[in-house]
């Protein structure tokens, strides 16, 4: 009986299970819309922290969100392909732009 259980849990698992299509490799996921491209936005990488620098990098980077990132603070370790990380120092310069 208790395998039959088990066997009856694991059903509705499977039906989550997703393929890849024709055209996408079956090692990598296929690109998620809003994906982030930190290269794009490495320009600003120096320069002062503000809104419109804010706006300007999440605009370049086509990330969906953006997530400050001040001195010495700690984050999160989920990973986010939408979103894009601008890290600051003391003297409010932005020090890195990465995306997670």
């Known amino acids: 009986m208790r395998i039959l259980t088990l066997g009856l ?6 039906a989550c299970a997703t393929t890849p299509g024709p055209d996408t490799p ?3 996921p296929p690109p998620m819309a809003g994906a982030c ?8 990488v120096g320069s002062t ?3 419109a620098i804010g706006a300007t990098i999440q605009k370049e980077s086509g990330a969906r969100s953006l997530r400050w ?3 010495n603070s700690a984050w999160t370790m989920d990973y986010r392909e939408d979103r894009v990380n601008v890290r600051y ?3 409010m310069k ?7």
């Open 89 to 91: 120092d003391d003297e």
């Open 26 to 28: 079956a090692d990598q």
């Open 69 to 71: 990132g001040p001195p």
């Open 37 to 44: 491209n930190a290269d794009a936005a490495q320009s600003h």
């Open 9 to 14: 849990m694991a059903v509705p698992l499977a």
């Open 49 to 51: 922290v503000s809104a």
């Open 94 to 100: 932005i020090t890195e732009i990465t995306c997670g």
